[in-house]
């Protein structure tokens, strides 16, 4: 008897609950204040670059997260350390705590731009992107390079990225000519960096 007077009494508190709990199957909304949104954007507040999120791994920044928006297998060939693999079509779902800093990050800037704006509408307040996704940290981290002519702020930003570069396991490269800076990722594949 007392085994139905549990199961009844549960069954009860759980039919009282019910109408407020959300569905499983009904899709999450949000609200986006554009205004709002735009003025990061203008400010530049949506986004990182690849040697201020390194420096933030190497810190090891609390709460920090960084999710890889790419195919697994893309992700499985490489990523950014400490990233987790989260596809685009379950950045919606993905638990993150409102103290947590959310990097994105893709192929290139597209989709996590995108998915920066969705995080956003559900009202998830510490995201960036970075900015030119896995390219940028290819070619910013990995492969830094200092031009031939190099200005004195270049110097000085070379000589940061190349301290996390080292850090990272990438290849500094001095004395580029400026023709070959900006090289495509695929290009850098090709040359096995």
């Not at 060939?77 to 987790?84: K, L, M, Q, R, V």
């Given at each position: 008897m007392?085994?139905?007077?549990?199961?009844?009494?549960?069954?009860?508190?759980?039919?009282?609950?019910a109408p407020f709990a959300r569905s499983p199957f009904r899709s999450?909304?949000?609200?986006?204040?554009?205004?709002?949104?735009?003025?990061e954007v203008e400010r530049g507040t949506d986004h990182v670059d690849a040697i201020e999120l390194?420096?933030?791994i190497k810190d090891r920044k609390p709460k920090l997260r960084v999710f890889d928006l790419r195919t697994k297998e893309q992700f499985d060939?490489?990523?950014?350390?400490?990233?987790?693999h989260v596809p685009m079509d379950?950045?919606?779902?993905?638990?993150?705590?409102?103290?947590?800093?959310?990097?994105?990050?893709?192929?290139?800037?597209?989709?996590?731009g995108q998915a920066w704006v969705f995080l956003r509408?559900?009202?998830?307040?510490?995201?960036?992107?970075?900015?030119?996704g896995a390219y940028e940290w290819v070619e910013q981290l990995l492969n830094p390079a200092l031009p031939l002519d190099a200005t004195d702020s270049e110097r000085e930003a070379f000589a940061k990225a190349s301290e996390l570069s080292h850090y990272f396991g990438g290849t500094p490269r001095?004395?580029?000519?400026?023709?070959?800076?900006?090289?495509?990722?695929?290009?850098l594949k090709r040359r096995g960096c």
């Open positions: 007392t085994s139905r007077r549990t199961f009844a009494f549960t069954a009860l508190a759980l039919g009282a609950a999450r909304s949000g609200t986006v204040d554009v205004e709002a949104l735009a003025r390194a420096a933030w060939e490489e990523h950014i350390p400490t990233a987790e379950e950045i919606a779902s993905a638990r993150i705590a409102g103290d947590e800093t959310v990097v994105l990050y893709g192929e290139g800037g597209a989709h996590a509408a559900l009202g998830h307040e510490r995201v960036v992107f970075l900015r030119s001095r004395d580029v000519p400026r023709s070959q800076l900006g090289t495509t990722l695929r290009e």
